[in-house]
């Protein structure tokens, strides 16, 4: 399927490995233009060259060494794409732990990271994307949003209230066809994923591998998921045949949520 979104532009955050990368080359493969920022150089430049290849010539690729959740870094990623038609916000989740451990700091800075980033960047963006009467903005977020996980307070805290904002901002702008829409992944193989087993495994004092097992069979597939599962669906959000699909909370998980909504 041609998903209509060839030539367009899309700055994508954090996306020199994991889920943000993923969705980069999902969008590379449909002929976007391609915006990539990540803090690390190394990997950042690494994921530059597979988008190339993936584009085939026929789309182009700029990469920004950023942190997007400062004000400096979102400058930066806005200088090098400031009219975006398809933003994908993403930043990394703050670490798993026991609520009584954090700190007013430690709340502001997830706070920073993984809600009021992404506000700013689709406050810097939207407007444009209704004036041009294209706009796609999904935000990846998390399934804990939907299933919180215990270890994960912090992140279910913060993505939350993103959830809620995106919730009373998708209505207003759908007439302009610009739609606002969250992605929630489960335990897809990432840094991540391994982070989190990691705390659980630690907090429970069991090893990491039977962690991860005991995971894996709360989910029905079977499986942890695959980063190109999650980048296809992103592209699909995204493209033109998406239009009548906003302020939605997708649930990539293999089934693990076992409620009908």
Request: charged share 20%; with cysteine; glycine share 12%.
């Amino acid at each position: 399927m041609d998903l209509g979104i060839s030539g367009k532009r899309a700055l994508v955050c954090a996306a020199s490995k994991g889920l943000g990368r993923a969705c980069a080359l999902a969008l590379a493969a449909e002929g976007v233009e391609v915006s990539i920022v990540a803090r690390g150089r190394e990997a950042l430049e690494a994921t530059a060259r597979e988008l190339e290849k993936v584009g085939a010539g026929r789309t182009a690729v700029t990469m920004v060494s950023a942190d997007i959740t400062t004000l400096e870094g979102r400058a930066a990623a806005l200088a090098a794409c400031p009219q975006p038609d398809i933003l994908i916000n993403n930043a990394g989740g703050p670490p798993p732990g026991d609520f009584r451990d954090w700190n007013r700091d430690d709340w502001l800075k997830a706070l920073d990271a993984n809600m009021l980033a992404p506000i700013e960047l689709i406050k810097a963006t939207i407007d444009g994307m209704i004036e041009r009467k294209f706009g796609r903005i999904v935000s990846i977020t998390s399934a804990a949003v939907k299933a919180p996980i215990d270890v994960l307070g912090l992140s279910n805290g913060a993505r939350s209230g993103l959830t809620g904002f995106v919730a009373g901002l998708a209505r207003p702008s759908a007439k302009h066809n610009v739609t606002i829409n969250n992605l929630l992944p489960g335990f897809f193989a990432t840094d991540r994923m391994h982070t989190v087993i990691t705390g659980q495994a630690k907090t429970r004092g069991v090893s990491y591998e039977q962690a991860l097992a005991e995971r894996i069979a709360t989910i029905p597939v079977a499986r942890v998921g695959d980063p190109a599962e999650f980048g296809a669906a992103c592209a699909w959000l995204c493209s033109a045949q998406a239009g009548f699909i906003t302020g939605q909370n997708w649930l990539l998980d293999g089934g693990a949520y076992p409620g009908t909504f």
